[in-house]
Structure formats: C-alpha cells, structure tokens
C-alpha cells in the first residue's frame, strides 16, 4: 500500500474550514487568525460571524433592527463587530450581577447599568435567572438575574408608555402589550413576540379564505371574528372566571391554551388582526363594555357601493367577546339607555375610543382583578392566573394610570393640564414603589420628574428619589457575634423554623438582641406578656406565605427540612444556597452578619 500523509486544516478548502469553524467556540478564533493571512481571511468571513451572532443570541436591542440585518447583503453589515460588542454586554452584565451578589450597597445603580443595555443583556440575564440552585450562589443569584430582567422588561414597557407624553403614536397592541412586560418573568409574550403572533394570525386568515381580498369590508370583518371565535381566541369559557388576572393581558391572551381574555383584549385582538388586513378597525368603549368598530374608506360602504359623499357610510360594530356577528347599533343604544344615557349623547359614545383610554381601562380592569384575587384568595382561580405576581401586576397598573393620556403641551411643561385622576394615583404609585421595586427608582427620574417638574409633585417625586437612593448607599450596619451576644441570641441566620405557637414554617433573615420595634408595636403585640418579654433575642424571618415577621426567641422551635421547597424562589434575596448537611441556608449577608 500507499502510504498517505495525513490531511491538515490547512489543506482543506476554505468553504470546508468555515463549516468546521461553525462548531468551534468564537472565542479560539484569534489564535486562529494570527497563523496565517489565509486564516485571517477565513475567519473574518461575514457569513460565519452572522451564524454565531444568530446562534449564540436569540434577544437583540431594536436599535439593531436584526431582523433587516438578517435580511440584507452579509456584506453590508458588520456581523464581527456585532458579536464582539455582544461579547462586551456579556461579560459587563455577568461582572455586574457578581457585584450585585457581593454586596447588599449600591445595587441600584448597578442595576441600571444593566438595563441600560436593553435587550442585548437579556440573553446573559436569562441564563444566569436559570443557574443549578445546588451550585455555590445559585439561590441568590436566580432571584437577583430575576429581579434584574424584571427591572429591564418595566423599562421598556414605561419607555413605552412615555411615548404618549411626547405624542408618538402607539399601536394598540405595543400599548397593552406593556402590562405583560410587568408579568414576563422567563416566559414568552413581549413585545415582538406578541406582534408575531398577531402576525401569523392574520396570514392564517388570510391563506386560508378563499378570495378574501374580493370580499368587503364587512364580510371580511365577520370572517376575521369568526376566526377568533372558532380557535377560541376571543372570549371566557366560564363566567366564573371573568375576574382572573391573566384575562387582561393580551400576551397571555395569545399563548395561553383556552386563550382567556376580556372583552377589552378581545377587542384589542381583532383590531389589531384586522388592521393587518387592512380593515380600519379600532375598539369604542361605553360605559361597562368595549365593541370593535370597523369604518368603510372613505367615499364608500362597507359593502362596496361608491357614495356620493367623501365622508364614508356607516361603520360597523362587533363583540368579539361574546359573538361573532355584527352586533346592531340599537342593541348598543339600549345599553346606554340601561346605564341612564340620555339618547341625544349617544353619538358621543359611537366611535373610536383613543389608545390612552383603552390602556386606563386596562389598568383599572387589572387593579380590579388583583383586589379580586386578594380578597377570595386563588383557590378557585385558574393555575395560569395563580403564577402571575400580583404585586407586578399592580404595580404596572399604577404606572399605566399615571402614564395613559398625560396630555404633552408641546413647551416643555408636560404636566400642565394633567387630570386630576393621573395626579391622584402618584402617591400610591410612589408607596408602592418603595415598598416592592425600589430598584425602579430610576425610572421615577428618566420619566417622571420631567413630566412633574412644573407641578407641586415633583416636590415628593424628588424626596421618594432621595429616599431610596440614600437607602441603597448606607452600608447595613453590621453585627458580629461576639461572645455576649451570643449568649443572648441563640439562633442564626438562615435556620429553618417553626413558630411554637401558630405552626408556620420561616427562615431566620437577622437578629436584635433585643426587641427593637416601637411601643405602639409593642404594646399592640402583647410583647411584655410573652414569659421573656422583650428583653430577649427578636428576629426577623421570612415566612413560607411570602411575609416578613418579627418574632421572639421563645417562639422558634428550629426544625431541620430535606429541602424546604416552598422558600427556593425567594430565600435568594438573603441566602446564597441551601446547605443539606446543616440543615440551613448559607448566607449572602455576610457584610450585615459576618459571623452567621
């Protein structure tokens, strides 16, 4: 036999090279480039860099715009440069969470930093939300990745809204799209995803209607509803379930599978199918319901015939909540009767109602179902609506109530003539966010002191700031254990326990020595009643139903649980692992209890 050399990379054509380096990680390309002018060509080849950019990120900023990338000539675009600034974002956000990790000071602008990347950090930002929770921080550094893409999902959803303030049109969809943002969590439903599937929609519609483009606009406007009706994409299945939280979000509308919604998302869902159909279809609201409303071009019907006037003939009305057909205008005008409407201001009540109405609504719809939830509980609402977080939720109805229809006066003030019921929802607006997201505050100052800065508001706007930015920079004070101290305070951060009395499970999160509440709590929680009273160790727990306590020495009874599953979502924020063999967690708070 022949003996043969054995073949070199070099000895392979150029299309074979890129194809191998396609399973090779970007990051030994240098090395590669510095062999030869050969390698240096092949491995700056566009095409390559455009497949790992495609591979290795799914989430692109929309400054980007990637999808017109992806579209044109490979050569136009700077795909290296792309991937090497990704690589940059990735490497940033990954150093600024350790850091978030490394110290309890400071987190706010550290999270800001990262949301200011938009959405070319929420790839990175998304797999550090799903690390091993048994690996050395995996508990803390879930719940901050989460409650960083939490920061950068409302960002986005606000810088949104903030478009009605400076008077750039939003379609119905992105408007109401915003609320999902505040409930995405890892899950699908933003902006661009919720867009596509209105998109597909349409294209089904479309693809699968014989001679659609030779109907009119009113056959065509009962096809699209008939549609939404036949794969139950409009509509509640039970009456019962009317109230539930995720019935007003339009993302979760789309994807969930009985696709639960309003009849404010309803309508919103054949709007915006029917726009892409080009029906000039849009939601009018009366009083205790919102109808679609789709009016004929100008010049002519709905059914085709030409008028003599440009004004246009009559538009149409459809409750795709309820039905598929046309919906008769006098059926809507003994509505309004019922309501005591007097007939002569039914024309005020028969056409278009703006965005910035539609998104009030919404909010309201959503702070209604939030009380709903809270007042009978979620027992008997469905699985889907249980997982959404109430307070997220709430939170970003407050923000929709202040944002939706603030009135721009075009000079600078923004605030001028601002309703008094957007003015009567900051303070509650601002508690709130003290209380659960004060990592937003930031977006008080990017939105909201320039709208207020004229107004007597802004007063409070800038003591909120003030608040919780100084806060987040004094560092916690610390308390070591020292050997009189430990006398008194038995127990440490991070064990389990049990309340003696009320048998609920809770994490120990800090310790007094004492008991450092004020009389009025003192007094109101019996304290100098309990056999220690209050001259004993107090501690501050987080409980398994998600509240904070505080509570006595003499009523932990510690307990040592396999694994305490109900306390592996939210023990992050305080614990860096739970510890198997001890039984507890391992702290993350070591700069306020080092010796815990």
């Known amino acids: 036999m022949v003996a043969t050399s054995n073949p070199t990379l070099a000895g392979l054509p150029d299309e074979l090279i890129q194809q191998i380096l396609r399973h090779v990680p970007p990051g030994s390309i240098p ?4 062999v030869s002018q050969r390698f240096r060509d092949i491995t700056s080849e566009p095409l390559l860099w455009r497949y790992y950019c495609v591979k290795h990120f799914r989430y692109w900023g929309e400054e980007h715009n990637i999808r017109l990338k992806l579209r044109e000539y490979v050569a136009d675009v700077d795909w290296k440069g792309l991937y090497k600034h990704r690589c940059v974002v990735d490497r940033t956000t990954r150093r600024i969470i350790d850091s978030i990790l490394a110290s309890q000071t400071d987190r706010i602008e550290k999270y800001q930093k ?7 950090a929420k790839d990175t930002v998304m797999q550090q939300c799903c690390v ?3 690996t050395i921080d995996g ?3 879930r719940y901050y990745s989460n409650h960083v893409q939490g920061c950068l999902h409302r960002n986005l959803a606000i810088r949104e809204w903030s478009n009605f303030t400076d008077g750039v049109p939003i379609t119905l969809e992105r408007a109401l799209a915003a609320f999902d943002m505040f409930v995405l969590n890892n899950g699908e439903g933003d902006f661009e995803y919720i867009s596509d599937f209105l998109d597909d929609l349409a294209n089904q519609i479309y693809c699968q209607t014989s001679g659609f483009t030779e109907l009119t606009q009113r056959a065509k406007a009962v096809v699209i509803a008939r549609f939404l009706r036949m794969h139950n994409l409009t509509g509640v299945k039970s009456d019962l379930t009317y109230q539930n939280l995720q019935n ?5 509308a789309l994807q969930a599978e009985d696709h639960p919604s309003l009849p404010l998302i309803s309508v919103a869902i054949f709007c915006s199918v029917a726009r892409r159909l080009s029906l000039d279809a849009r939601p009018c609201a009366i009083p205790f319901h919102v109808y679609a409303m789709v009016s004929p071009p100008k010049g002519s019907s709905l059914d085709g015939e030409l ?5 246009g003939g009559n538009p149409m009305f459809l409750d795709p909540f309820r039905s598929a057909e046309e919906t008769p205008v006098k059926f809507i005008e003994l509505q309004l009767s019922a309501v005591g409407v007097h007939p002569a201001s039914y024309p005020t009540f028969f056409r278009y109602t703006p965005t ?3 998104v009030y609504r919404s909010a309201k719809n959503i702070m209604t179902s939030v009380r709903e939830q809270s007042e009978h509980g979620s027992q008997h609402l469905a699985r889907f609506a249980s997982s959404l977080d109430k307070d997220s939720a709430y939170f970003g109805a407050l923000w929709g109530l202040v944002l939706a229809g603030i009135p721009s006066d075009g000079d600078g003030d923004g605030l001028a003539i601002a309703s008094f019921r957007q003015r ?7 508690e709130y966010l003290q209380t659960h997201f004060p990592a937003d505050v930031y977006l008080i100052e990017r939105y909201l002191l320039p709208l207020f800065q004229h107004l007597p508001e802004s007063g409070q706007l800038r003591e909120t700031v003030r608040v919780v930015r100084t806060g987040d920079t004094m560092p916690k004070q610390v308390k070591k254990r020292t050997e009189d101290i430990a006398k008194r305070v038995k127990y440490k951060v991070g064990q389990v326990f049990q309340h003696r009395r009320y048998r609920y499970l809770a994490i120990i999160t800090g310790w007094d020595v004492e008991c450092g509440a004020d009389e009025l709590w003192i007094e109101q929680m019996e304290v100098d009643k309990l056999s220690k009273g209050r001259r004993q160790g107090f501690y501050h727990v987080l409980v398994e139903d998600e509240t904070v306590r505080y509570v006595a020495e003499e009523n932990i009874e510690i307990v040592r649980p396999e694994l305490p599953h109900n306390f592996m979502a939210l023990a992050g924020k305080h614990f860096k692992r739970w510890d198997k063999g001890s039984g507890s967690f391992v702290s993350n708070i070591r700069d306020e209890y080092p010796d815990d």
């Not at 007003?248 to 979760?252: D, L, Q, S």
């Open 132 to 134: 091993e929770v048994d």
């Open 424 to 430: 009567h929802v900051l303070p509650f607006l601002l």
């Open 356 to 358: 910035t109405d539609i």
């Open 248 to 252: 007003n979000f339009i993302g979760i």
């Open 114 to 120: 990262i949301v200011d990347f938009g959405y070319d």
């Open 31 to 34: 090395a590669l480039e510095q």
């Open 139 to 141: 508990l803390a550094r």
């Open 307 to 311: 008028l003599q006037s440009n004004d």
